[in-house]
């Protein structure tokens, strides 16, 4: 029945309520979308928000009841809408923005197929055009040489690559509203300001965004309206600089204070009991090194698609000091993620290599390499990818403790420990991966980590999927094992906020080189290179917050 009263709105959600059996998950949502207006949805992993938004598509899963005392799109009262009457939406009049980019995809399609997939599905334009528009799309997100990339597929592309073209497919067909769930979770800084302001763009166009994110600094500079949800209601929503300027709530207090930019550099982002160490610390024998993993001379190429050979490392030497916490940064496709494979011996160098404690380490045999394996340990930019989805929490843990030498009568103890040090409740062990948040699987993924009892953790986007009060517990967590027991940490992120709070050095990677190193102050308050100088000025600033929030 068409309800239309408003051109300008686009939807309107009153009292919404999302339940699984007797247990209520969202209950009492309400807020409104108009043309040209981005509402932000922010709160912690679990809080509701994916579910919220996944409503606005008719995505939730069947098992999951929800009612609403309104819940119109575009006029429509949706509240008893059909399958069918939902494919006729998505894509042309309602687009989403996974927050799983390497899940949204298929494995076996390239990434020109996925982005062109809704115009084949809603029959728009002919094949010349949609070529067009597909390359157009790939273009406006910022996707290198979108001619050849989008002939690989997605697990041939790091995790920011994938995420632009994620966005890229979600705004092919130019829709009306635009539903973002974490849409700048993977990107560098260059590109995350790239996206917010096409975004920006797309909003003053007439296009109505909801804007899901954990990052408040990000939702500052894009949203004109915040919703803040904590346990499945909402604490607070209003004008953006109200709620972010003057916070009513303790909860949203509580989250502006978690940000790392907002706090002096080591000091305490949480007021959670930070564990105590012993249970990680190694029990290998001491060596007489005080570098912990060196890297010399490295260099990889990489054959494209087309046949042609792209250099993504060269002539990168650096040295993880025993004890520290070093950090790497660099735009996506600079680099990183294969320096992180080559550092743990999943990716043979063409030149150059890695030493674990003045050992050999990357020219080793394998057979070599397997019994030393428990001394570096890696998480993952992509936890869900790097789980069995077969096995449970308690099985992906009990395999590491396991690799740990930790006797089978005491690995579930041991498991529930390492869940409560990333502040899971042991409830989890008995799920699956792809039943949790984001952040949950995170938390797992750093608790799998820490279970052989490393020496050397390498931590490649660790806390990009998490929200800020989430965050600020694995950071402080890091931290105090980091400076309690020596763990040396070799950290890797698009975010410099947190590489600033946490790291005492870095290195600045570009194109495949490192081109800035040294002390993070004298590097973030004097940078040397042209590009370090570009990605300190694109660090999105939070708008209308006051200090004093905490």
Known sequence: ?????????????????????????????????????????????????????????????????????????????????????????????????????????????????????????????????????????????GFPEPEMRSRQRSWELSGGLRQRALIASAIVAAPDLLIADEPTTALDVNIQARIVQLLAGLKSDGMGLLFVSHDLAVVSSIADYVVVMHEGRVVEQGPTAEVLGDPKDDYTRMLIAAMPARAPRGSRLSSVELPPVSRFVSN?????????????????????????????????????????ILGLVGGSGSGKSTVVKICMGLVDPDEGDVALFGQPWTRLPERARTPLR????????????????????????????????????????????????????????????????????????????????????????????????VQAQILDLLSHIQREIGLSILFISHD????????????????????????????????RHDYTRDLLASIPQMSGARADVA
Not at 309 to 316: C, I, L, Q
Not at 428 to 450: F, Y
Request: charged share 30%; net charge neutral.
């Open 374 to 469: 428990p001394r570096i340990q890696l998480i993952s930019q992509d936890p869900l990818g790097a789980f069995d989805p077969r096995w449970t929490v308690r099985r992906l843990l009990h395999e590491a403790l396991e690799i740990g030498a930790v006797p089978l009568r005491e690995r579930d103890g041991q498991a529930e420990q390492l869940l409560h040090s990333v502040g899971l409740k042991p409830e989890l062990l008995d799920r699956l991966p792809r039943k949790m948040s984001g952040g949950q699987r995170q938390r797992v993924a750093i608790a799998r980590a820490l279970a052989t009892r490393p020496d050397v953790l390498v931590c490649d986007e660790p806390v990009s999927a998490l929200d800020v009060s």
């Open 496 to 527: 410099l906020g947190v590489v600033r709070h946490l790291c005492q050095r870095v290195m600045v990677m570009q194109k495949g080189e490192i081109v800035e190193q040294g002390e993070v102050e004298q590097v973030f308050a004097q940078p």
């Open 1 to 141: 029945m068409n309800m239309q009263t408003d051109p300008d709105m686009l939807a309107s959600i009153e009292g919404l309520t999302i339940s699984l059996g007797q247990t209520r998950l969202v209950q009492n949502i309400s807020f409104t979308i108009r043309r040209g207006q981005c509402v932000g949805l922010v709160g912690e992993s679990g809080s509701g928000k994916s579910l919220t938004s996944r409503a606005l598509i008719g995505l939730n899963e069947a098992v999951l009841v929800q009612s609403a005392r309104r819940f119109e799109l575009f006029g429509e009262d949706r509240r008893t809408a059909r399958e069918a009457d939902w494919r006729l939406l998505r894509g042309t009049r309602v687009g989403y923005v996974l927050q799983d980019a390497l899940g949204a995809f298929d494995p076996l399609k390239d990434v020109f197929t996925e982005v062109r997939e809704t115009l084949d599905a809603h029959r728009q334009g002919d094949r010349t055009s949609r070529r067009a528009m597909v390359l157009d799309a790939l273009t406006k997100v």
């Open 284 to 324: 290998r024998t001491e060596t007489s090194t005080d570098v912990a993993l060196s890297a010399r001379d490295l260099g990889k190429s990489y054959v494209y698609p087309d046949g042609s050979r792209v250099r993504v490392v060269s002539d990168v030497s650096f040295d993880l000091r025993r004890g520290e």
